[in-house]
Each structure stands twice: as C-alpha cells, then as structure tokens.
C-alpha cells in the first residue's frame, strides 16, 4: 500500500490536471453561460496547482514509478514546467477570440487539459507503453479540438485529414514499438537499450523497427517527408487550436524522441543519425521555400513549423548530450516564439474578422506601434536575426551538428536560414512599410496585451541573456541522460 | 570609475537614448523628440572621447579592455577593447551619428522617434561591431545592427525601398550566416570564442583557406567588393540622407575592419596565398567600377559606385602588406566616411528643395545656391583626391605603397586619380556650372543655418585631416606595425609536430 502511495506522490501534478479536467466536464453542465468564465479560471488554477506540484515534488535525481513505467527525471520536470507555462499562456491569449466565436465551453478547456495529461505522461514515459497511452490521448484531444468549430467545412476538413493521418502515424510507431519489443523482449526504455547493446545492431528486423519508429516520430513532428498534414491542419483549425497544436506539444515530441531515440536506442545510434540527418536537411529546404509562396499567415507558420522542426533534428541527430541540450533549447525558444506569433494573430482577429492573410498585417505600425514592434521581434527571433533568442536556438544547434561533423550540412542550413529570412522579412514590411487596409482599432483584454508583451518582450530579454535558459536546458539533459 | 568602462558606455548609452527617444518621443511633440535625439547623439559623442584623450599611443595592445562572463556554457564572454584601428572608426561612427541627427532635423516628418531611434541603436551596435573581442558578441553587434538599417530604408526611403532593403538584408545576411559557421568551428577547435585565442591558433592550409573565405563572402558583401557590391548602388539610392550617409560612412568600414580583425590575422597564410586575387578584385573595383560611376544619371547611384571604387583603395593597401599601404588604407576609411557623408548630404540638400536625384534635372546651381555650391565642390575635389584634402592623403599612401609593390598595381590603382576626377567633376559641372537649367533651379534657395552648420564641420575634418593626417596615423602607427608582424608569421603547423 505505501508502495502504491509513493507511486501515486510521483505523479500529483498528471493526478491534479487528471481530476481537474473531469471536474470541468461536469461542471460546466451545472453553469449558465455568463458563468463560464469560471471554466477558464479552474483551468488556470489547475495549470498552476500542476505546476506547484511539479516543482515541489521536484528532486535533481531520477526517480521512478509503477514498476519503473514512470520516470521523473529533472527533465520530465522542466518540459512539464513549460507545458504547463505555454498552455497557461494560451488559455490568457485565446480567452477572447473563443467568446466571440462562441466555443468558450467547458468541453475546450477538458480537452486542453486531458491534451496537457497526454503530454506529461509522454514526457515521463519509460515504458514504450506508457508513450504510447500518452501520445494517443494527446492526439485524440487534439483531433476533436480542431473539430471543435463543427460547423465550419474547413475544421471538419482539418479534423479528418489530422485523424486519419496521424491514426496512420500511431499505427507505424505502434508497430515499430512491437518490431523492438520481439526482437529485445521488453517495453521499458531502460531495458531495451541494454538489451541491444549485448545484441547484433546489423539485425534488419532492428532496423526496421527503428525505421518505422522515426516514421512516427517525424510525423508527429511534422518533418518532411511525413508534413503533409501540418499547413492543412493549421489553416484550416480556429487559430487558438492552431497555435496549440504548434507550440506546446512539440515539447512532448521531443521528449518521446529523447526517451525512444537517445535512452532507448542509444546503441543503434549511427542508424537514426542518418534518417534524422536526411529528415533534418529536407524540412529545412521545403520549409522554407514553400514558405515563401504562401500567402496565409497560418500556412506560412506552418510551413515556417517544419523548417525549425528540421534545426530542432540537427541538435537531435548529433547524438551528444550537447546535441539533445541544444535541441531543447531550441524548442522552448520555438514555443515561446510560436505563442508569440499567434499571440499576435489572435490579437488582431475580432468578431467575425481572422487575421489571418498577410496583408492583414498590412501597416500594423501605423495602427498599433506597440503590436507592430512586439511582431517584429517575434519575426526575426524567428529568422534567427540577433539579439534575440531565435539566434541563439539556432546557434546552439548550429554548433552541435558542426561538432558532430555535420560540416556540409550546416553549410546548408546557414543558406537555407537566409532564404528563410526573406518571408519573415516580408512580414516586417507589410507592417513597417505598408499602409493600412483596414483601420479599426485593436481591441484586447488587459490581460493578454500584458502576457503577449512580455512574451515577446522575453525573446529579446532571453536573447541578451541565454544563459539561463541554456543552464536549464543542459542541466536537465545532463542529470536525466546518464 | 567611469573610464573603466569607456567602450561600454559608448555602446549602450546611445542604445539607451534611443530606448528613451522611442518611448518619449511622437510626431505630436516633435521638437521634443528632435532635441531629446540631439542631447542622446551629443552625449555619446563625448562619451567616446576619452578613447582619443586616455589612449595610449604608445602601445599596440588593446586598451579599454573589459571582460565578464556572459554565456559561459560556450564559454562567451562580454570582451571589449580597442587597438590604434578602431579608435578612429568609432570616434567617426559617434560623430556621424550626431551630423545625421542634426541633418534630420526638419526633414524627416513622419515617424521621427522612430528615425531617431534607429540612428541612436545602429550607433550604439556599430561601436559594438568595432570594440567587439569576443567573436560571438562581434557577430550579434554585426548582426543587429541589420534590424534597425532594414527599418530606415524601408520606412524613409524612396519609392522602390522595399526592393533595396530587402536585397540588402538578405545579401548581408546571407554573406555573414557563412561567418558563424566559421566561428563556430574556431571554437570547437579553440575552446573559446576569443578572438584573440583564434590569433593564436595554428592551422593547416585547406582550413585557412575556408575560414578566409567564409570570412570573405562576409566581409565582401559588406565592403562592398566586386562582384558582390550590387546591393549598394540600390540601397543608397533609396534610403534617406541619413542612411546613405551612415551606410557610406561607417558601414562600409565595418566591413574593412572585420578584414583586419579577422580574416587576416586568423588565416594569414591563406591571406598572403590568396593576396593576388584579392589585389585583382581591388583592382577591378577601383578601375572598373569608376568607369560605371562615370555614366550615372542619379547622382546618389554615382556617389555609391564612387565609394566602391575607394573601397578597393582600402582592401588595396591591407593585401600588399606594407605599413604604408595599411595606414593608408585606415585613413582612406576615416577620410572617406567624412567625404561621403558630406557628398550624400549635400545631394540630400538638392533633394529637399527639387525632389530629383537626376543630373539631367540640374544645372548652374551656383547660381542661385553660391554658399552650397562652394562646399560641393569643396566635397567633390576632396573625393577626387585633391592634395590638401583627406581624401588625397590615403589614396596616396596606398598608391605609394603598391609602386613598391608592383609597379603596374600602383599604375592601374593610380588611374583613379583621372577617373575619379572626371565622373566627379563632371557631375559637379553639369548640376553647379553652367545656365540655370529650368525654373525649380532659378527657384531654389541656398543653405540655411543648420545645413551650414553640419556642411562647414564636415569641410573642416576633411580639410584637417587633408593637412594633418597625423591624427590617425597616431593612433594607427604603433597597431598597424603589430599587426603587420603578426601576419608575418606562419601559423601553418611545423610539420612533425
């Protein structure tokens, strides 16, 4: 019974949202609608209490749970600290944009939260199973929330393609899950890597498995050559859904791929380096030059997704707790400038109006110097232009694939990240050198001007000052991956 | 206390007035806004002048040293300090700034926190480029200061400025992506991104070779040389005065510095095995490009192919080694930052009051304009390299340094003084000489007090400079010997070893 105590300690912050998001459900039955914004402010509570008890149960070593299918590792900690934080930030930045849409119901805020669930129990899983139970939970909250506008054709239309395509995504990691699982006889993460490290690597079953594995994994990344769902479903899902989908969950992603690829195949690693090698220079090439094309905002973030999806596969690919350092370090600085730019999208979309097609950026600084000047961080931390944090996340990948002896390859990013810089240039321009289409006035609750003001504000401050976030990010790999 | 932290005031003191500027200022209250702008480019100005007064001429090390940890993970630190090269290069770049300020005063209308602001950061971030001794706090000055450029012409320039500004973002940036790969090579050889370690550090041949060109395509663009100097015409033509003027004057130079601070100290064997294609490239830049400056029509255009081809002085007098050429070449930038500042203002004068660029759209100004058409063509002698001016005296020292050289470098080099002349004066004759042209010239009216004012300070340092040049070679004496010792010595490994 104490053992089952002990368990159950280690998982309060899964518990807390776990509980909270049913006591939503129900309670929203219970609400007239001018109470719901009580939802929002459980969510909010719940987000913060699951933080709490992050922090407060947090110990700089790894500890494990029920028969070591849970891990709590100081890097289970910190990227639950971030989901929590971004998906925080979100319901603030979305709060309006779901009123005046009429989807602020309860049943968004229990999906975002069981999402959040799934992601925390992918990032503290140490059996395959536990991933997979984490990963679909996550994904079928995702999948009804894109769907959440139901009478809209084109979330429908997002919601099948996401469902379908992503089903076909579990179903390849679930099958490369059960290739591993035959040929070393074990689920547990731990057990598998010292497992192949006394068996034949060359075992083409092995590979096969791995193969389908990085399948899944790069679909769930969005890395070319599986990122034919990522611009469908960010135009066509409402955009608060949208900026979920491309923030916070790619920290989970990232922690599956630590925990599949560098704890668990750790000896296979030549093998995925390669595959990531070749996913990384592609999503970096087709990221960025279809890029250019497009003319919706959401589709050009989309696209501008798999082009820092393939920086972030540089930092993996290295294989050296440097590399996996760097790679976090960039995906928290890509999450904290996802918010950022769809903060910005949301913050100019009003009753009945999306923002977004470029040109609804048009001469923003005439309107709103504040907005404009916020999105112009956002833009070149993006591009990687210094001093802000984008340059740094890039760096630091930069640095580690050199190190690894990616020479070429770097080359080839450099030049790719200039080409990439001219469609966030153009984005800077409509703002700065156009004048306006439209001149209404920006209307935000206090609130989310203050939280999006300081989250740009952060990747300007973060880019004077990396060190602490890279501290954070190399102590965290470094006391998890031994 | 305070002048243990010169160059950091110099840096982020401007930085700062400008912060104050964007936040205080508006188009409402814009004398507000201009005097505030004035008081922040005035007090970093003098914030820089303890650099020339507390330096030490004496020694060739770097001064002003400050360091602090700042990303130890990569081991970065936050390492100021100037040698006798940067000296004169930030004192011209916190002197700039001023004129542009004042040159701004009653022409720029929309936008004028904004404007200022821009002008006060690039300052801060230029001084940051030149006292840099960390590489990577090098690259994210030299980066930066992009941002605030890309705004100026875009916002303020003419009518096809989104064209230029966007090409010359995207060329810059692309030139210096390749530059950080080199650096972070360095440091995985190094250890450290000290520029100073990087001085130390031996290296085979093949990888000098690569480094310096990742430098090059840098530095290149920058400069501009030839072939890469395309950016430059497009952009001064359609920026405002301001940003001709500091692109002319300081941003050029950035990329002439970077040459001296780090292609060629950290690949000196590959710079001395490459120096005849970098001579040729000068060559060609000096030749060829003052023959296209020859047949311009927009006196902006001209202006900037003229400083291509003084740019190829520069890259000149650094690749034949000498101390003569190299002091030459430093004094050729400080010259031509005064001279090209002054020969953009004094376009950006004609603009205000006819609003063309065209040569054709002029003639005898003198006439209506006597006081103004004195200093142009004051400004347009000294550009073609009138003894007595500054601009003679490093085109000189160059030239005289390539006859030792190679006579038919120095021959070729040498023809600038005919070509220089002739698209020079030319376009002097035909805007200033002659009839009045058309009625906008017989309407126009001649300098007021504040355009006097920045026309008759820059006259002074061009004259100045042109009789005492002492001022710069003072400070470049000792470091040009320095580095000229340094890049004397191998840095290829001893074989065996």
């Not at chain 2, 003052?290 to 003084?310: E, G, N, P, R």
């Not at chain 2, 400079?465 to 010792?485: C, E, M, N, R």
Request: hydrophobic share 55%; glycine share 8%; charged share 10%.
């Amino acid at each position: 019974m104490e053992y089952i105590q002990a368990d159950l300690i280690t998982v309060l912050p899964e518990l807390t949202v776990l509980s909270m998001a049913m006591f939503i459900l129900l309670a929203d039955l219970f609400l007239k609608p001018s109470n719901r914004v009580l939802v929002y402010v459980l969510a909010q509570i719940t987000l913060f209490v699951a933080a709490y008890f992050t922090i407060s149960t947090h110990v700089p070593t790894v500890g494990y749970a029920f028969t070591r299918m849970f891990v709590d590792d100081p890097l289970a900690d910190v990227l639950k600290l971030m989901i929590l934080l971004g998906t925080a930030m979100m319901f603030v930045y979305t709060r309006q944009y779901m009123q005046l849409r009429g989807m602020f119901r309860g049943e968004y805020y229990a999906l975002v939260l069981f999402s959040v669930l799934g992601m925390m129990v992918m990032v503290s899983g140490q059996s395959m199973l536990t991933i997979y139970m984490g990963l679909e939970l996550l994904s079928l909250s995702l999948y009804s929330l894109v769907a959440l506008d139901r009478d809209n054709a084109k979330s429908s239309e997002a919601a099948m393609k996401y469902f379908v395509l992503g089903a076909l995504a579990s179903g390849m990691l679930l099958y490369g899950m059960s290739m591993i699982y035959g040929m070393t006889g074990s689920l547990n993460i731990a057990e598998i890597s010292s497992a192949l490290q006394d068996s034949n690597t060359k075992n083409p079953v092995l590979i096969l498995g791995l193969v389908f594995i990085v399948a899944g994994l790069a679909f769930k990344f969005g890395a070319v050559p599986f990122q034919m769902w990522v611009p469908d479903v960010y135009q066509g899902a409402p955009t608060s859904i949208t900026m979920l989908i491309g923030s916070v969950p790619k920290l989970a992603a990232f922690a599956i791929a630590i925990r599949l690829l560098a704890q668990g195949m750790h000896p296979l690693t030549a093998d995925w380096q390669d595959m990531l090698l070749m996913m990384a220079v592609l999503s970096i090439a087709i990221g960025n030059m279809t890029a250019i094309a497009q003319t919706n905002l959401k589709r050009m973030l989309a696209y501008s997704t798999i082009s820092h999806v393939g920086f972030l596969l540089f930092g993996l690919m290295s294989g050296s707790l440097n590399g996996f350092a760097s790679s976090m370090f960039y995906i928290s600085a890509y999450v904290l400038m996802t918010l950022a730019g769809f903060g910005m999208i949301l913050m100019l979309s009003r009753k009945g109006f999306e923002a977004e097609n470029l040109d609804d950026l048009k001469g923003l600084n005439q309107r709103s110097p504040w907005a404009a000047f916020l999105m112009l961080i956002t833009m070149f931390s993006m591009a990687g232009v210094p001093p802000t944090i984008g340059f740094y996340a890039k760096f630091t990948v930069l640095q580690a694939a050199l190190q690894a002896g990616f020479l070429w390859a770097v080359v080839f990013a450099v030049l790719m990240a200039a080409v990439g810089a001219f469609y966030y240039l153009r984005i800077v321009k409509l703002m700065y050198f156009d004048t306006p289409q439209d001149s209404s006035m920006i209307s935000a609750p206090a609130d989310m001007k203050l939280i999006l003001s300081v989250n740009a504000i952060a990747l300007l401050a973060l880019g004077l000052m990396p060190q602490i976030l890279m501290q954070i990010c190399g102590v965290a790999i470094g006391a998890s991956l031994q | 206390m305070l002048h243990n932290h010169v160059l950091s005031v110099s840096i982020w003191l401007p930085i700062l007035a400008g912060i104050v500027v964007l936040l205080l200022g508006s188009d409402k209250q814009a004398a507000l806004t201009r005097w505030l702008a004035l008081s922040g480019s005035l007090s970093a100005f003098f914030a820089t002048l303890p650099l020339y007064t507390k330096y030490d001429f004496s020694q060739g090390a770097f001064q002003f040293q400050e360091i602090a940890r700042w990303i130890p993970a990569f081991n970065v630190n936050y390492h100021l300090g100037v040698d006798g090269i940067a000296v004169p290069l930030i004192l011209l770049t916190s002197f700039t700034t001023v004129i542009v300020v004042i040159a701004a005063w009653e022409v720029i209308t929309k936008n004028i926190a904004q404007y200022m602001a821009a002008f006060l950061i690039m300052s801060g971030l230029m001084i940051g480029v030149f006292s840099a001794l960390d590489s990577l706090l090098y690259y994210v000055f030299w980066e930066a200061m992009l941002i605030p450029m890309f705004l100026v012409i875009g916002i303020w320039g003419g009518e096809n400025r989104v064209y230029a500004t966007v090409k010359f973002f995207l060329y810059t940036l692309l030139g210096s992506l390749l530059m950080l790969v080199a650096f972070i090579y360095l440091y995985h050889q190094t250890g450290s991104f000290a520029i100073l370690d990087y001085y130390k550090l031996p290296l085979p041949l093949d990888a000098q070779v690569l480094i310096f060109f990742a430098f090059f395509i840098a530095f290149a663009v920058k400069i501009p040389m030839w072939p890469v100097h395309t950016w430059l015409p497009d952009a001064h033509v359609e920026a405002p005065t301001g940003g001709s003027v500091v692109l002319a004057a300081i941003m050029l130079k950035l990329g002439g510095y970077s040459f001296l601070r780090f292609a060629m100290p950290i690949a000196p064997d590959a710079a001395h095995y490459l120096s005849g294609f970098m001579i040729t490239l000068s060559l060609i830049a000096i030749v060829y490009i003052a023959l296209v400056a020859l047949v311009q029509k927009d006196m902006k255009k001209l202006i900037a192919y003229s400083s291509i081809s003084h740019m190829g002085f520069v890259t000149l007098g650094f690749f034949i080694f000498s101390q003569l050429g190299l002091e030459g070449a430093i004094v050729q930038m400080i010259s031509h930052g005064f001279i090209s500042a002054a020969m953009f203002l004094c376009v950006g004068v004609l603009y205000e009051r006819m609003h063309s660029r065209q040569i054709a759209d002029y003639g005898g100004v003198v006439n209506t304009m006597p006081m103004f058409a004195a200093f142009a063509v004051l400004f347009a002698m000294a550009n073609s390299g009138l003894p007595g001016t500054s601009g003679f005296v490093g085109e000189f020292m160059v030239i005289l340094a390539a006859v030792k050289f190679n006579f038919w470098v120095a021959f070729l080099a040498a023809t600038t003084l005919i070509f220089g002349a002739a698209y020079t004066l030319w376009m002097v004759k035909r805007v200033f000489y002659g009839d009045v042209a058309n009625k906008h010239v017989a309407e126009l009216k001649d300098l007021n007090h504040r355009e006097f004012l920045i026309l008759a300070i820059l006259a002074f340092m061009v004259i100045g400079l042109g009789v005492y040049p002492k001022l710069i070679t003072d400070f470049t004496h000792v470091s040009a010997a320095q580095w000229l010792s340094h890049m004397s010595v191998s840095k290829l490994p001893i074989a065996g070893l």
